[in-house]
């Protein structure tokens, strides 16, 4: 009896021992600094998305993930997953509303077809804004609607408006319905007459999935996200700087996903099956994760652990950093639970009135269900570079990052061995 006992502690010992060697040799300041310098690099010319940089950055990311003979996501041939979105550009707006005349000014259509006829109100949801209306609460959820709609906006909100007219020219998925906003002091219209035609351009863009596989639990995924898209170049600020480096926002983040990558095909011994994405396309309205969350069933992820800005040290110093939507699911307390008697906590998100839970791409499988949740070092009320020219690497901290990946990698190890499940999210619809 107490010779078995002192081996299995000689084994236990010496497992531990290698394991931290193991994890150690993998993620660290110098394996981190590498692949950050590459992404946050000024060639990468601020990896804004649509331009040939960002496919750079996507290359560069899909090399990593062949390095850990990652395999490819569904049946694809390439760890790059590209898309569609189309761009719409109005050429003709004429018509009529009653007696008004309705033109480029005061029509808005949110729309990628390639031709709109409206003769009557038919086929077509009316809803109104009226003065004195919250615009957000009323007009937001109409771009979820699956419908034709056309939005009476009274003119009181003629600056809102504008920013609606900007919205109509940004890329969209295609979609068969169209929503049509009208600045108009009429909120309740006897005719309409309005006929649009669009210049439609088609703009590609991808994100970047690996796989690897699960040895039992092959069925149920286990996501590690990031996005590589940042904003790309601007206005040269007061140093001259023009470009937007986006060394924390996110290519810290996307370093974190690729270590993670190298980290887990090592150690080859998860039961889940585990996703390594980059998404394209966060900064401009979360579009890469939106079309992720379509090529999968939502209900076979276990878990998302989405890391966004880890380059800097939190609030609350070194080793530590907090889990955005802490109270939705028991995700949080379980990565608590796995880091019990470590040096390393993770914190409920301290910044809850900015909402973040719902701003990174985590949101879209949290809202079908998914535990999905983004880890964070971010102060978002006191980040001196954050979305500036002025977010470099040289103002991160690679220890400290390298502590965070470990972290994520240690405290993440009874869902990726398939022992323990968050609780789900509540869906939003
Ligand atoms: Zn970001």
């Given at each position: 009896m107490m010779r078995k006992i002192y081996f299995v502690l000689v084994l236990c010992i010496s497992s531990t021992f290698s394991f931290a060697q193991k994890i150690n040799k993998i993620i660290n300041a110098k394996e981190v600094e590498k692949i950050e310098k590459v992404l946050a690099a000024d060639d990468m010319h601020g990896r804004k998305t649509f331009s040939a940089d960002i496919d750079r950055a996507a290359n560069f990311i899909a090399g990593e993930f062949a390095k850990s003979k990652l395999q490819y996501f569904?049946?694809?041939?390439?760890?790059l997953q590209p898309f569609e979105m189309i761009k719409a550009k109005p050429v003709l707006i004429e018509g009529l509303l009653d007696d008004e005349a309705l033109n480029e000014n005061n029509v808005a259509a949110i729309s990628t077809s390639e031709e709109i006829n409206i003769n009557g109100l038919q086929g077509f949801d009316i809803i109104t804004v009226k003065p004195g209306d919250d615009f957000p609460k009323k007009v937001f959820p109409v771009f979820d609607l699956n419908k034709n709609v056309v939005v009476l906006v009274d003119t009181s909100f003629a600056k809102r408006f504008k920013s609606m007219q900007r919205f109509a020219g940004n890329a969209k998925f295609k979609s068969e319905v169209s929503q049509i906003f009208i600045l108009t002091?009429?909120?309740?219209?006897?005719k309409i007459n309005l006929h649009i035609k669009n210049e439609l351009t088609l703009q590609h863009l991808q994100n970047v999935v690996g796989v690897l596989p699960g040895k039992s639990k092959k069925e149920e995924y286990v996501v590690f996200s990031g996005h590589y898209d940042h904003l790309g170049i601007g206005k040269p600020d007061a140093r001259g700087d023009s470009i937007f480096n986006g060394a924390n926002d996110d290519a810290a983040g996307t370093t974190a996903v690729i270590m993670l990558a190298k980290y887990f095909s090592k150690l080859k011994d998860n039961e889940r099956t585990l996703v390594f994405v980059a998404f394209t396309a966060e900064e401009i309205g979360g579009f890469g994760s939106r079309y992720f969350s379509k090529?999968?069933?939502?209900?076979?992820?276990?878990?998302m652990f989405n890391i966004e800005m880890i380059g800097t040290e939190s609030k609350w110093g070194p080793n530590s950093a907090y889990i955005t939507?802490?109270?939705?699911?028991d995700f949080g307390k379980i990565l608590q639970s796995n880091l019990t008697g470590s040096q390393f906590h993770f914190e409920p998100?301290?910044?809850?009135?900015?909402n973040l839970f719902y701003r990174s791409d985590n949101a879209t499988l949290a809202e079908l269900g998914v535990p999905a949740h983004t880890i964070s070092t971010s102060k978002?009320?006191?980040?001196?570079?954050?979305?500036?020219?002025?977010?470099?690497?040289?103002?991160?901290?690679m220890k400290n990052m390298a502590e965070i990946i470990k972290a994520i990698a240690i405290s993440s190890h009874t869902i990726v061995a398939g022992t323990q499940t968050p609780t789900r999210v509540q869906k939003a619809l």
């Open positions: 569904n049946g694809s041939n390439s760890y002091k009429n909120s309740n219209p006897s090529q999968l069933n939502p209900d076979q992820v276990s878990a939507g802490f109270e939705k699911s998100d301290p910044y809850p009135s900015q978002m009320d006191n980040e001196p570079n954050y979305h500036k020219q002025s977010d470099e690497i040289s103002t991160l901290n």
